[in-house]
């Protein structure tokens, strides 16, 4: 069985301040892991997923994340916050050749000019 | 450009009817999901299929039903039993997982419903 856990359901920063969103998972088997980003009223877009190789991955708008398997994390990150990163972010797990994706509750960023 | 479309966007059902949500993708995908999002619980699997004439259940599929009857298109019908229908649907697609060894999903745009 596969789990997410999302520290936090509301982070604040400022603009120009760093994010960092947190994510934990629990797998019984080597993990594919995924961040979204969900703007209001919107379906889900990928950012970056993780599925082998390099552990630091980057994706969209400036975003990335680092697989920690000692630690069982996946925290995203972005070194300087933009007004327009304000939405909610989910991570997601699934094991290697299944369908079924696992999600966090989210964490609905605010920037704060 | 290739992508997935959810109709309506905003749905309002009475209690006591069955409404059906669209979902077509032309991204050639075989799989294809059925999401409810609540506020504050995430995204929860309702159904999904892999392939055209077959699907199973998800984590909460009570109340619920679909078909596959082409690889484009899984539509989901909101039954009345479905006792708290009233949440945000997302549906997503993925090529199949073992023969692309990702099983990235990608979703709608969602569809909006409320039992008045």
């Known amino acids: 069985a596969q789990s997410v856990t999302q520290l936090g359901s509301h982070v604040s920063v400022s603009e120009g301040a760093l994010v960092l969103l947190r994510c934990n998972y629990s797998?019984?088997?080597?993990?594919?892991l995924f961040w979204y980003v969900q703007y209001p009223n919107q379906g889900l877009q990928l950012l970056l997923k993780y599925t082998t190789g390099a552990t630091l991955v980057k994706g969209i708008n400036g975003f990335e994340a680092e697989f920690k398997k000692s630690e069982t994390s996946f925290h995203l990150t972005k070194p300087s916050a933009h007004m327009s990163d304000a939405a909610e972010y989910f991570c997601?797990?699934?094991?290697?050749?299944?369908?079924?994706?696992?999600f966090g509750q989210g964490t609905r960023l605010t920037i704060n000019p | 450009d290739g992508g997935i479309t959810q109709s309506p966007k905003y749905l309002f059902r009475k209690e006591g009817q069955n409404v059906t949500l669209s979902c077509e993708q032309n991204l050639n995908h075989d799989a294809m999901y059925w999401y409810r999002q609540d506020p504050g619980q995430g995204l929860r699997l309702i159904y999904y299929?892999?392939?055209?004439?077959?699907?199973q259940k998800g984590d909460i599929a009570e109340g619920y039903s679909v078909s596959r009857e082409k690889k484009e298109s899984f539509p989901l019908t909101v039954t009345s039993a479905q006792k708290n229908p009233t949440a945000f649907y997302l549906c997503?697609?993925?090529?199949?997982?073992?023969?692309?060894?990702?099983?990235?999903?990608?979703f709608g745009p969602g569809t909006r419903l409320t039992v008045l």
């Open positions: 997601a797990v699934s094991a290697q050749g299944a369908q079924k994706l696992v």
């Open positions: 797998s019984s088997v080597p993990p594919y």
């Open positions: 997503a697609s993925s090529e199949v997982g073992p023969r692309t060894g990702t099983d990235t999903q990608y």
């Open positions: 299929s892999q392939i055209v004439n077959d699907f």
